[in-house]
């Protein structure tokens, strides 16, 4: 059964699958349970991307100093540190948007807002 792209209303798709046979529907069912769980998980991990409070807090101070230019080396330091962590978070939450667009066949501005996802300013 190959349904690409097209908008199922809940009715006929329920009409489809009733007419399965028990094999493809448990392969189904199976296969529909894994993306799932999956796309949940990944919803759930893009959440654990962010500073803590206390490290956004320290983030902005530096990064107030760094602009005012009144940091010291050892601050500055400490803010190269804080903004890899934070470049890397955006690749690991991109990485996540990027699988479930490809699970649920949608381009990444459609999961971004559906999940309200919205880039966090830190500065």
Do not use: W
């Amino acid at each position: 059964m190959a349904v690409h792209n097209l908008e199922v209303s809940t009715e006929k798709l329920l009409g489809i699958v009733l007419q399965m046979p028990q094999k493809e529907f448990d392969h189904f069912l199976k296969d529909a349970q894994r993306l799932k769980t999956r796309e949940v998980e990944l919803i759930r991990k893009i959440k654990t991307f962010d500073f803590t409070p206390e490290k956004e807090k320290l983030y902005r101070k530096l990064l107030k100093k760094f602009r005012a230019e009144n940091i010291s080396p050892e601050e500055h330091k400490i803010l190269n540190q804080l903004n890899e962590e934070l470049e890397g978070y955006g690749v690991e939450r991109l990485r996540c948007l990027i699988e479930i667009s490809k699970i649920r066949k949608q381009s990444l501005d459609e999961i971004m807002l559906e999940l309200n996802i919205k880039p966090k300013n830190y500065g």
